[in-house]
C-alpha cells in the first residue's frame, strides 16, 4: 500500500513535529545531566523522587539526610534512597510499625 502525499502537506507535518522533537531531546538531554549529579537541590530531588518539593520539606523535619553548603542544602541521591530503604515496612499496616518502634520506650 502506497500512500502519496503532496509536498505540501509534507512540509505542514515536519513543521508540527519539529517542535515536538526539538521539545522532547532537550527533555532528554536535561534529565541526562540530572541522573549523572549524585547531589540534587530540593526542585530536582522532588522531581527525582516524584513528589511534592514540600513533601521533600517534610521528610527533611523526619529525618531525611541533606548537606548545606553556601547555605544550600543538596540532597544526595544514594543517602536518600538509603533513608528511603531504612524506611521500608514488610506486610505489617503503618499502626503496627509504630507500635513497634515505640515499644522499647514503653520498656525503658
Known amino acids: 500500500m502506497n500512500i502519496n502525499l503532496d509536498d505540501a502537506l509534507v512540509t505542514q507535518i515536519i513543521t508540527g513535529l519539529k517542535p515536538v522533537i526539538v521539545s522532547t531531546v532537550q527533555d532528554a538531554i536535561k534529565q541526562s545531566k540530572s541522573d549523572s549529579r549524585p547531589y540534587l537541590n530540593r526542585k530536582e530531588m522532588a522531581k527525582y523522587l516524584g513528589v511534592a518539593q514540600s513533601t521533600v520539606g517534610v521528610w527533611v523535619k523526619q529525618g531525611m539526610p541533606f548537606a548545606v553548603i ?23 499496616t503503618p499502626s503496627q510499625h509504630q507500635r513497634h518502634q515505640k515499644s522499647p520506650q514503653l520498656l525503658a
Open 70 to 92: 553556601d547555605g544550600r542544602k543538596l540532597y544526595g541521591k544514594q543517602t536518600v534512597n538509603q533513608w528511603l530503604k531504612d524506611h521500608e515496612m514488610t506486610i505489617e
